[in-house]
């Protein structure tokens, strides 16, 4: 079987969500997938029937975000 990972910052109802919506729906219809996105917010993802939408915390500092996903993708 295989695991397939989208991340996407918000899921929301602007245009690169819907966009990622629209690959999703015709490319990935079978395929049980798992999107991570920084702001738990319902969108266009959200009524995917086969995504599990998992909501991470994004820190902040000053007011612009911390990367710490590619921190910790550049030490493994």
Known sequence: MKAI???????????????????????????????????????????LPNAKIISIYYPLYKGKGIRLISNLIRRI
């Open 5 to 47: 990972l989208f991340f996407h910052p918000v899921n929301d109802f602007t245009g690169s969500t819907r966009a990622l919506y629209n690959t999703i729906q015709q490319e990935y219809k079978n395929i049980q997938l798992t999107i991570i996105v920084e702001q738990d917010k319902k969108g266009f993802l959200s009524s």
